[in-house]
C-alpha cells in the first residue's frame, strides 16, 4: 500500500471546504442574476447613460457567473487531488501561483489606495493608516509565502513521486 502524503490530503481539504461554500454562493448569485430583470426593465428607465447602465450590468453578470466557473474548477480539482490524480497537483500549483499574482497585486492597489486617502484632506489619518499599512503588508506577504511553500511541497520530489504512483528510492531499500 503506497503512503499518502498528510500535506496533500489536508491542502485538498483546506480547499475543498471552502470552495464548496463559494459553489453555493455563486450559484445562488448566478440564480438571482438570472432571474433578473434585463436592461429593457430593472435598468431602463432612467439615471444617466443607458450604454453606462447597460456596460455595468453585463459585467456584473460577468463576475458572478465567472466567479461560479472558478469555483467548481477549484472545488473540482482540490477532490482530484484528495484522489491523487497528477492533473491536478498540476493545476493546483497553477493556481497556487496565481493566487501569489493575484495577492501581490491587490497588496500594490491597497497600499496605493491608503496613500491616495492620506492625502486626500480628511483630517490627519496618515498616522492612522500605518498599522492598516503595516497589516496589509505584512499580511500580503505572510500569504504570499504561504503559496509558495505549498508550491514548493507540491513539486517536491516524494510528493511527485506519489501522484505518479511510483515509490520513493529510500522506501525500496527499506523493503
Same mark, same amino acid.
Given at each position: #500500500?503506497?503512503?499518502r502524503s498528510r500535506f496533500v490530503t489536508v491542502l485538498a ?5 471552502? %470552495? ?7 450559484? #445562488?448569485? @448566478?440564480?438571482?442574476?438570472?432571474? #433578473?430583470? *434585463? ?20 459585467? $456584473?453578470?460577468?463576475?458572478?457567473? @465567472?466567479?461560479?466557473?472558478? &469555483? +467548481? ?20 500549483? *497553477?493556481?497556487?501561483? $496565481?493566487?501569489?499574482?493575484c495577492q501581490l497585486a491587490w497588496m500594490t492597489w491597497a $497600499?496605493?489606495? #491608503? ?7 480628511? *483630517? ?14 505584512? %499580511? @500580503? ?7 509558495? $511553500?505549498?508550491?514548493?511541497? +507540491? ?8 501522484? @505518479? ?5 529510500? &522506501?525500496?531499500?527499506?523493503?
Amino acid at each position: #500500500m503506497k503512503s499518502r502524503s498528510r500535506f496533500v490530503t489536508v491542502l485538498a481539504w483546506l480547499y475543498i471546504i471552502p %470552495s464548496a461554500f463559494a459553489l453555493l454562493g455563486s450559484f #445562488m448569485q @448566478s440564480v438571482f442574476m438570472s432571474q #433578473m430583470p *434585463g436592461v429593457g426593465g430593472f435598468y431602463a428607465g432612467g439615471y444617466g447613460d443607458y450604454s453606462a447602465q447597460h456596460g455595468l450590468f453585463t459585467f $456584473l453578470k460577468f463576475y458572478v457567473y @465567472s466567479a461560479f466557473a472558478i &469555483s +467548481l474548477f477549484i472545488l473540482f480539482t482540490a477532490i482530484k487531488l484528495l484522489k491523487r490524480q497528477n492533473w491536478a497537483r498540476v493545476c493546483f500549483v *497553477g493556481i497556487l501561483a $496565481l493566487s501569489i499574482v493575484c495577492q501581490l497585486a491587490w497588496m500594490t492597489w491597497a $497600499l496605493s489606495a #491608503m496613500n491616495d486617502l492620506a492625502y486626500s484632506g480628511y *483630517g490627519d489619518p496618515a498616522k492612522k493608516l500605518d498599522g492598516a499599512r503595516a497589516f496589509t503588508l505584512v %499580511s @500580503s506577504l505572510l500569504l504570499c509565502g504561504l503559496y509558495a $511553500l505549498a508550491i514548493k511541497k +507540491l513539486l517536491s520530489q516524494e510528493v511527485v513521486a506519489e501522484f @505518479s504512483g511510483q515509490q520513493e528510492p529510500d &522506501s525500496l531499500a527499506a523493503a
